[in-house]
């Protein structure tokens, strides 16, 4: 798929280096992504006398085979079979949930590839964008089948997995595995994005107790949706802000953790493996292919739940965001264990920072041009899950260190809610009603 407009092709597939400074449009979580990342031997592939043969069969092994997750790919076409003819629907989700994995990762690489082209900057807003496609991508298709629910329990997965299991896991097997190390990183990072989380919280909270301070539902939920969509707006605009600060103003509070370990691997110059066109058409398969089977994971989840006997809840918030993200969360985990912390703290905050600040006010505003209701009420139970997470998150980062015993109290904390979900069996279809349910139990203790 190599374009004639690649001139830095070499006979042997590989790609001839750019300027080295343009490998700053890279960022914490394409670091993390590359990880599992694995060297092609392009031998074979350089003897094929055809020339877009060879090309194409080089990008193919570079993008397909370059990466250790590589083994999950054959899940897309059998996810792709069972449900054209009919196979079980868990079935088609399971398969479409695995086949999900290695895709996150490809888009995560191929960014970073284009990026290489188009300069920091360009590479940065483009890394910022499909950060989180992924949740994106589900979330657009529930909210098209109109299952609100289910955008909401994925987005506030994906955040408190970020904020609890990947930056606990992260700060537990990296204080382990450097006992006899004093454990630092840039306090300064992690304070910015507190803040934001602080903002985005704020902005959860106030619909729900505007909710049940009101006199009645019917009173209460056009008001509700007019501050949510408001709401939504100025977090947008304070997201703008955050790239503006993260690639212009700051960029130096996020770059320090990315030279010092190039520096450790010997300040070798990094090189792109597929051109620019080849890694755009690339991304866009890619995405198209994460379009397909998020789509059967939205018309399959209930089936699943179902079938397999656990709430729609448990599976939106704790096995999507799980399995759905594997691949990053794992590139943190590893850089923890080298004692590298800002770049896992970069991973699992910035992507806590850009599905609470970005993703979810995005779905609000989409919703709002569908035409669907969607507020940014998330209920009692999930909205106080996603504050305590927070906190605890703000109070463990403050002084600037960590140890084992923060990323142990994370994971329990992880492990609570996530039980709490568990035996959580309300029906999607019911969450109104327990909401109301809710706001007169609160309204009659108030009375009382």
């Not at 792709?80 to 629907?89: E, L, N, P, Q, T």
């Amino acid at each position: 798929m190599a374009s004639s407009r690649e001139p830095w092709l070499l006979e042997n597939g590989n790609l001839k280096g750019l300027s080295k400074e343009i490998r700053h449009g890279r960022t914490a979580h394409n670091m993390s992504s590359s990880s599992l990342r694995k060297k092609s031997h392009l031998t074979l592939v350089s003897k094929v006398p055809c020339r877009k043969l060879r090309q194409f069969l080089a990008n193919l092994q570079e993008v397909i085979l370059g990466t250790k997750l590589s083994v999950l790919f054959p899940a897309i076409p059998l996810a792709i079979v069972a449900d054209c003819y009919g196979f079980a629907r868990p079935w088609v989700f399971a398969l479409s949930l695995l086949g999900l994995t290695p895709l996150a990762e490809r888009v995560s690489f191929l960014t970073e590839q284009i990026a290489y082209y188009t300069g920091p900057t360009v590479g940065g807003l483009l890394n910022a964008t499909c950060g989180n496609a992924t949740e994106l991508i589900i979330a657009i298709f529930a909210l098209s089948q109109r299952k609100i629910d289910v955008v909401k329990y994925s987005l506030l997965g994906s955040v408190l997995s970020n904020l609890l299991l990947v930056l606990g896991t992260s700060l537990f097997c990296g204080g382990i595995a450097n006992l006899r190390l004093e454990q630092k990183f840039d306090r300064r990072q992690a304070d910015v994005n507190s803040l934001l989380l602080l903002l985005a919280l704020l902005c959860h909270s106030l619909p729900m107790l505007f909710r049940m301070s009101g006199a009645s539902d019917a009173v209460t939920v056009d008001p509700i949706l007019q501050l949510s969509r408001a709401s939504s707006i100025v977090m947008l605009i304070a997201y703008l802000s955050y790239l503006v600060f993260q690639l212009f103003t700051h960029r130096q509070l996020f770059e320090a953790h990315e030279e010092s370990d190039n520096d450790e691997n010997g300040g070798g110059e990094e090189e792109p493996v597929i051109g620019f066109w080849s890694g755009f058409i690339w991304l866009v398969g890619m995405t198209a292919v994460i379009s397909l089977l998020s789509e059967y994971v939205v018309q399959t989840i209930e089936d699943a739940s179902d079938s397999w006997g656990i709430s729609v809840s448990f599976i939106s918030i704790i096995l999507l965001p799980i399995v759905g993200n594997a691949a990053e969360h794992a590139g943190a985990i590893i850089f923890a264990f080298k004692n590298k912390l800002d770049i896992s703290l970069g991973v699992a905050l910035g992507s806590a920072t850009q599905i609470s600040m970005f993703v979810v006010p995005l779905c609000v505003i989409t919703a709002w041009i569908m035409g669907i209701k969607m507020d940014l009420n998330f209920n009692l139970l999930e909205t106080g899950s996603l504050a305590l997470s927070i906190i605890v998150v703000a109070f463990a980062l403050q002084d600037g260190t960590s140890h084992y015993m923060k990323g142990l109290v994370l994971l329990l904390l992880y492990i609570v809610i996530g039980a709490c979900f568990f035996v959580s069996k309300t029906p999607l279809n019911q969450l109104s009603t327990i909401n109301s349910g809710t706001k007169a139990a609160i309204d009659t203790i108030f009375r009382a």
